[in-house]
């Protein structure tokens, strides 16, 4: 599972609250097989949502991850060869990457708004449909009358009927139609911020993270950063996408639904060692939930010829497993 010509793994956390067990799992995850391969180890925080990221939260998230067991090589606090390393500082490195992918041909200016978007998506299931060409119509439509109202368009990577098969180290192979299933993504918003897709392909490729940890909700995700990543003559990393944790209805665990993160864990009693023994166990790599330390979590990595990957349901029970008060 592990290739051991790994350099370098990263961990992108949101700082928009106190980490939650599914955050904490994906974390140790990729640090774990990051060192395990012998691999460096970024820390980046994905704060370009100035809304919901915080300064404060930035911090608890550090000491968090420090709390857990982590180190890293590189990271907002410690710097780096390719600081900064909160991409609200990383402007510079988007727009010259967004004026690259516009010199290629494979950007187009969105003049709809969030509204526009959703009436024309009035499909059944009641979400967005992927943006395609009735919205790239729909926009240029509009984009001379916008434009004199002094709008600014939003600027999208402009998909040219791509479909492209990722392989994950767990999964095997899925092949996305990109149109179809997500759409031209955002690279620019309206606001002046700039896209996720965009800033993490960017932040990955001239960070050299080539091998890339993380939840298999982003898994779709990889065929599309793939793609983009192609056009600015990025390296495609390996992809590793973990289970989820999700609470006793199924639903995944969210830090604004307080009770899994790891403050309230920490309150409660929770012990590091125990939830890294959690996590090893968890993800199939040891047969019983025990006290790990730091060490001992990379070497079961190490071992490791795979993983499990169906989703982790929490129950009362796993709470009872972190919080063990005789650790
Ligand atoms: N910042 C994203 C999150 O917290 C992760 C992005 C990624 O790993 O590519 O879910």
Redesign the pocket.
Known sequence: MIDPNWTCGRY???PTGSQHLG?ALTALAAWGIARAAGARFVLRM?DLDTQRCRPEYDRMVLDELAWLGLDWDEGPDRGGPHAPYRQSQRSEQYQAALQRLTEAGRTAQCWLSRKDLSELASAPHGHPQPYGPQERQASDAVAQQRQADGMAPAVRFRLNGERRTVQDRLRGARTVDLEAELGDPVLYRRDGMFG?QLA?VIDDHQMGVDH?V??HD?WG?AALQATVGEVLGAREPAWVHLPLVVDSEGTRLSKRRGEWTLEALRAQGASAALIRGWVANQLGLTPTADALSPTALIARFAQATTMKTHDIMLRADDLAQITRSSH
């Open positions: 992108a956390p949101s955050n994905d996720y993490t890339v993380r939840g982003l995700d």
